[in-house]
């Protein structure tokens, strides 16, 4: 499948683009898709692409965009596939296999996510230092694909510190505030309890979600840069006195958006 879906991206892109080969590779969160709405010289919807499926989220399109960003050639997803979809693992990391395969070499990987730590607030912007994989699924498990990874690839830091340290600096030139941090990722898509909340603080979480981890992972594995931006859209259960909802999600990635969009098309022209 990986080189049907492959070929036929190519076909496309080489038909509309000509030459373009996408050094890099962004997936949109929840909220923070507009990015792909305005730097779009190519979109591929997910339902014309063999062996990707229509993600069905909303705040999320379902479109992978082509564009040159800050003399760079970019991938999209304005949409990822959820494990709580239904989707199988696989599926939900898919995208990044082809990524690697159309020539990604870097992944930006955002996300929606709730604040743990209690000095976060609604809307900051979280660089992820690293992750905890509390979603009891790993992506790997199955057959290896040699060629594109090892069987027991290293995690020690599937988020460089000097990418790390690119995106901490790239934000404080522009005035942008961030947060630093690490995501858990649960599979959702029930929000935690204030117990779970309490257990992610205690294992050393920042910041909660469900997503990211299993991309993370692979993209490692298969020899890409990761680097993970969270928008904290909530205090996460407990450590927010008020019932969380999906709209107010959306809410504060809304007013995240701007300074999002502005942080991630510099750290585009940075790397
Ligand atoms: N928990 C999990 N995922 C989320 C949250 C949260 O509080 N907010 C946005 N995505």
Not at 46 to 51: K, R
Not at 84 to 87: C, L, T, W
Not at 135 to 141: C, D, E, G, K, Q
């Given at each position: 499948m990986l080189k049907e879906t492959t070929t036929f991206i190519e076909k496309v892109v080489k038909e509309k683009l000509g030459d373009f080969v996408p050094e890099i590779g962004i997936v949109l969160g929840s909220g923070l898709g507009e990015l792909a709405d305005e730097y779009c010289d190519l979109a591929i919807p997910?339902?014309?692409?063999?062996?990707f499926e229509a993600s069905h989220v909303s705040g999320h399109k379902s479109r992978l965009v082509f564009a040159k960003i800050n003399d760079k050639n970019v991938v999209m997803m304005q949409g990822r596939f959820h494990y709580?979809?239904?989707?199988p693992i696989q599926k939900v990391v898919f995208p990044i296999k082809v990524m690697k395969k159309l020539g990604v070499k870097t992944v930006i990987l955002t996300n929606a996510a709730g604040g743990v730590n209690p000095a976060f607030n609604p809307s900051d912007l979280m660089i992820i230092t690293d992750h905890i994989?509390?979603?009891?699924?790993?992506?790997?498990?199955?057959?290896?694909d040699d060629e594109m990874g090892k069987?027991?690839?290293?995690?020690?830091?599937?988020?460089?510190p000097e990418l790390v340290e690119m995106v901490r600096k790239t934000a404080s030139k522009l005035g942008i505030d961030t947060q630093e941090g690490v995501y858990m990722a649960l599979t959702g898509p029930s929000y935690e309890t204030p117990a779970e909340v309490r257990m992610a603080r205690i294992v050393g979480a920042d910041a909660v979600g469900m997503s990211t981890v299993p991309e993370a992972i692979v993209a490692k594995w298969a020899g890409m840069n990761v680097i993970g931006i969270s928008c904290i859209c909530n205090s996460a259960a407990g450590v927010s006195t008020v019932a969380l909802s999906h709209d107010d999600v959306i809410h504060a990635a809304n007013i995240a958006k701007d300074r999002f969009k502005t942080l991630v098309k510099e750290v585009i022209g940075n790397l």
């Open positions: 997910y339902c014309e692409i063999p062996g709580y979809e239904g989707h994989n509390h979603m009891n699924v790993n992506p790997l498990i199955g057959p290896n069987r027991f690839p290293d995690m020690s830091e599937v988020y460089s």
